[in-house]
């Protein structure tokens, strides 16, 4: 499978617990965003990372969420003390950077759900 | 406030006819525009990019880009009931980071038998 890659695809979480979303991105692109998207609402950019690198954060809420790309393996965004209103859907893009006018394919998604 | 907007729907249209969805922008410096179609529950799949002035065609769609209007658009013609999904268009603005997109809210879709 060449596209995004996304898990978990569902994720269910306690308030207070910690929430892990993990993204592969399509195979030689080395660029990848994160955008939320709540229940009846659009997609938010949360943040854009290259390896080693968080380009963009200006999207991510300032406590609780990051998020790394590290050199070998996914990119992972973290939640941690979840509150209900962080259930949402999680996507992940990547893209091979900023030729063809930066083209972003996305992920399935996580769906995270706070009880 | 950089924004992108929608027509908020739901359009409905029977099958064969012409669709036709529309997307402003405020920012004037935006550069690069993406129309995405997301059906119910899943995530938003890349059908078509413009990045000048005019028409450009693929297949059943095309996308028309009007710089000096802030505006662009969708057209999808001889409709069908597998094109039924939330349409969102998206908007890449030189000058800022170049990865982030700004999203409208989408507008959705739906062709009628």
């Known amino acids: 499978n060449a596209g995004v890659m996304q898990n978990p695809r569902h994720l269910v979480r306690r308030r207070g617990q910690e929430a892990r979303l993990r993204c592969s991105p399509m195979k030689g692109h080395s660029h990848v965003y994160w955008y939320r998207q709540l229940p009846e609402e659009g997609l938010k950019f949360m943040v854009y990372?290259?390896?080693?690198?968080?380009?963009?954060e200006s999207g991510m809420p300032k406590e609780r969420f990051s998020a790394e790309f590290p050199k070998e393996g996914p990119s992972i965004l973290r939640i941690q003390q979840v509150v209900r209103g962080d259930s949402a859907a999680y996507f992940c893009?990547?893209?091979?950077?900023?030729?063809?006018?930066?083209?972003?394919?996305f992920g399935p998604g996580t769906r995270l759900t706070v009880l | 406030q950089k924004e992108v907007e929608q027509n908020s729907g739901p359009l409905s249209v029977p099958e064969g006819a012409i669709a036709s969805l529309n997307c402003t922008y405020s920012d004037r410096v935006s550069q690069s525009f993406f129309w995405y179609r997301q059906y119910s529950g899943k995530s938003p799949e890349l059908i078509m990019s413009?990045?000048?002035?005019g028409d450009k065609e693929d297949g059943r769609f095309t996308a028309q880009l009007n710089k000096a209007s802030q505006y662009v658009s969708l057209l999808i013609r001889d409709s069908q009931p597998s094109d039924s999904a939330t349409y969102l268009c998206?908007?890449?603005?030189?000058?800022?980071?170049?990865?982030?997109?700004?999203f409208g809210r989408g507008t959705q879709l739906t062709v009628w038998p």
């Open positions: 998206a908007v890449n603005i030189r000058g800022s980071t170049l990865g982030r997109l700004y």
């Open positions: 990372l290259q390896k080693e690198n968080i380009i963009d």
């Open positions: 893009a990547s893209s091979p950077g900023t030729e063809r006018g930066n083209e972003q394919f």
């Open positions: 413009i990045y000048s002035n």
